[in-house]
């Protein structure tokens, strides 16, 4: 049964038929990872974001996104998975309109797109534990705060520039990722 709920949210979520534009988005940042239990470690300078993403509006955009940490030598081992919205605060990216589409009777503008958005969802982490005995590992549900901008570079392609605070607030020990970065996005 809950199977089949989280595919009827995934699909309600992501289905384009009625919805603005699909946008699928993968980048890489600055940022460190602390997690926290019977014992504390950093993971970093590294993190990841990727979203798949449906506007549903021009101001409003849902999905689902996966932040990874990552260290130097590209080793990670904490995942913050869940859903996002985010609400742009002048307008939603668009499609760049070939100017023999263009209608007389409306207006296109191409702009630096600002939003603010949360995610929430599942966080975890998976490291071995110290020689000690004791363990950083830990689990949880978080939320993820982010502020950024998008900006259309051509036809579907476009590129971001984001800042994300995710914390958990419920669960084992505590994980809390810091990342500033950029993605690249892509329009359907």
């Known amino acids: 049964m809950m199977k089949k709920n989280i595919t009827l949210l995934f699909f309600l979520l992501l289905t384009p038929h009625w919805s603005y534009a699909l946008m699928f988005s993968g980048g890489v940042g600055f940022g ?21 993403e449906d506007l549903h509006h021009s101001f409003l955009a849902f999905g689902v996104e996966h932040l990874r940490s ?41 702009d630096l797109c600002f ?14 534990p110290m020689p000690n005995g004791l363990s950083s590992n830990a689990a949880g549900f978080y939320l993820s705060p982010r502020v950024g901008v998008d900006y259309q570079l051509g036809q579907n392609l476009g590129m971001r520039f984001e800042s994300i605070a995710a914390f958990t607030f419920v669960g084992k020990g505590q994980l809390g990722m810091f990342e500033a970065g950029a993605s690249i996005y892509w329009l359907f």
Do not use: H
């Open 32 to 52: 460190t990872t602390t997690m926290t239990n019977e014992d504390t470690e950093k993971e970093g300078p590294l993190a990841q974001v990727w979203t798949v």
């Open 115 to 128: 939003f603010v958005g949360v995610g929430g969802g599942i966080a975890q982490s998976s490291r071995l």
């Open 70 to 110: 990552m260290s130097s030598s590209l080793f990670s081992s904490v995942s913050f998975t869940g859903i996002l919205g985010r609400y742009y605060l002048n307008a939603a990216p668009m499609s760049r309109i070939p100017v023999e589409r263009l209608s007389t009777d409306g207006l296109a503008m191409r």
